[in-house]
């Protein structure tokens, strides 16, 4: 048996503004490629197909063109399940009718979990179906007031599929959760490992998944395996942010043997524009061949540069972003914080930050006692003005 | 051959504020008992399936519910296609995914004309799916700058149809649009029956369908034929105004010889709650037996009524609207033209209208005297302000 896993498509994103549609197509049109050749006897998608419940049209013909490939074209069934992203009604739409062509798709949470099952030559594979659900949805639908949390819902569904699956073959678990290593008693353990486990309700132990041959799982963005070689998220197809720049983008080819025992391969999917830092003076940047990357410029410049997203266009006519190392953002990126503290500085601290800002280094005693004179001189001047005015008029 | 003909679903419809879904689901669980009792060999729904084109998730999951229990449960094949109020895109999501079953849904315009095959002990009859499209839609497929208007556009649908098939076949057009009896070199000969033509770019020319053997319509919500006994609107499955009152909402059984006449039966729907006028005075309508419907009241009583739509409710707890005979609406409408009108008024006309929006008959010359003697005094008395500060007084 071998099958497919990948998840977090999240068709109909924006990045930074920008319609991620041709970039998902461009890899989807790998994938649909490699189940040409692979053949695989199955394709897994564990969750955010759509970035949100109600995509734009352009998401919706996407995934219907992609799933008419793969499903009616190469005649491999889909195994998909509803993602926190994904409406779990719309997508359920129609899954009666598209179930028996291939295309099973669980949108909508019921507590007989969907369950398809796939033969071959060594038997029967069950591959189970848990779209992304409130704890409070299984909660209803058991009837089962102890369930609370993410992890209390998980281990009621698990122990649902258990006690209505033959142990002698073969389980496949898909599944959109934060699927952590840790159990609840073994919380306090190490300090340095739980940054997942942070906020409770959340997050699901993965040993809940230790009896299933494969857990094909959704949710986050890193291709990554949890407690076990046998219980993984495949990651997004593409880097959806900066901060998955180091990821390796792909999808998982698993081979099940008789005994329920996989081998996994990494297969990565090329991007149409990759999502990269650049760091380099203006200058030298300005040397670079031009690169339709969508790159996130640091400038290493200690001057300000005039019109810098402009500048760098010319070479990087995608650039997300530009900033001066160290500095506070040029273009973009939240900074309320920042203001929210500014309201409660000095007026000479004002002056030290905003000097800081647009030189990028710390202003001197000379050019701080320069700007003290000043201020206390047009303070003297506009003496009509109440102390609370000064105070606007200095900051504006 | 036989198969019934609806439309005009608006599954999603809001009537005065009140969503529509479970009189929908009412109604349409009769129409799957018709399905089940007759057993048609197609259900035909002609568009505007949905109210709009993000329709909210109760209706998604009407239509998924309607569509498994004919197309999965009863085995009988469904030939849909967009509407104006459906999003072409997203009805058509799944499409190829879901025809194999039986559930054939066009939302996008092609030029190759989706076409649906059944058969009887007679032969084949050939089911063309022509969603609503607009012109240039049109006009791009078939890169035809001739075509500008929607009767322009089905002219070339209707060739192109003829063009693929063998006249001695049967054939069935389904489509949505505004088809009226009238040929655009008629357009002149009587301006008493005109009314639909009115507007030029909107209307299609049922000649154009007279080949057909049946032509089975959409978009105008009172079932009735146009220009042949086989070109016919369904009708909506509700009533979705009271300016709908007088219709009687239902679908068409129709059954096909092996000459293509059809036999014509019209099937009506029972609403759960009835959409209808109720005329009387407040003292009388308080003693009607309360009643579930929708109704709309018109207070027959001279005088003002206080609270009138609480007094109404403790009988028609569902009332959408109530108003007094002969008079601005109390409760609801659009009165921008009143309000348009009455910034040109004089203050004595405008009081003549309030008068009589009040109490209902024209004001008697003593009042009107009566109230230009006061307005005077007012208005010498508040000698201080200006002009224009008067008027605004006087008015508020």
Do not use: C
Not at 94 to 99: A, Q, R
């Amino acid at each position: 048996m071998k099958f497919f896993h990948t998840a977090d498509w999240h068709l109909g994103k924006l990045v930074q503004g920008v319609y991620m549609t041709e970039d998902q197509a461009y890899v989807l049109n790998q994938f649909v490629q490699a189940v040409e050749e692979e053949k695989p006897d199955a394709v897994i998608i564990a969750g955010d197909l759509y970035d949100r419940a109600v995509p734009p049209t352009e998401a919706v013909h996407l995934l219907d063109e992609v799933l008419e490939r793969i499903v009616i074209e190469l005649k491999t069934p889909v195994l998909a399940v509803a993602g926190n992203h994904d409406s779990p009604g719309r997508l359920h739409f129609g899954s009666s009718l598209m179930k028996s062509n291939g295309y099973h798709i669980v949108g909508n949470f019921s507590k007989e979990i969907e369950h398809v099952v796939l033969e071959d030559e060594h038997g029967k594979v069950h591959f189970h179906l848990v779209p992304y659900t409130d704890p409070s949805v299984v909660r209803t639908a058991f009837e089962d007031e102890e369930i609370k949390t993410h992890n209390d819902a998980t281990r009621k569904i698990v122990e649902q599929i258990q006690s209505n699956s033959s142990s002698n073959e073969r389980h496949v678990y898909i599944g959109h959760a934060f699927v952590t290593p840790f159990g609840e008693e073994e919380e306090n353990t190490s300090d340095s490992e739980r940054p997942l486990s942070i906020g409770g309700a959340e997050y699901v132990d993965a040993h809940h998944f230790s009896s299933f041959q494969y857990t094909a799982l959704g949710h986050l963005h890193q291709a990554h395996q949890v407690l076990q070689e046998n219980i993984r998220y495949s990651g997004s197809i593409l880097k959806y942010s900066i901060s998955e720049e180091s990821h390796r983008k792909g999808f998982f080819i698993v081979e099940m043997d008789q005994e329920g025992e996989v081998t996994i391969e990494k297969r990565e999917l090329k991007p149409r524009r990759d999502i990269r830092t650049v760091e380099a003076k203006m200058e030298e940047l300005l040397e670079h061949p031009v690169n339709e990357d969508y790159v996130f410029v640091r400038l290493l410049d200690e001057a300000p540069v005039l019109s810098p997203m402009e500048k760098v266009r010319s070479v990087y006519p995608n650039a997300m972003h530009v900033e001066r190392k160290n500095v506070i953002s040029l273009v973009s990126g939240s900074d309320s914080d920042a203001r929210t503290n500014r309201t409660k500085m000095s007026d000479v601290d004002l002056f030290r930050a905003f000097y800081k800002e647009i030189k990028g280094i710390d202003v001197t005693v000379e050019t701080e006692n320069l700007f003290k004179e000043v201020l206390d001189e047009l303070l003297r001047k506009d003496n009509e003005t109440t102390d609370a005015e000064k105070k606007e008029y200095v900051r504006n």
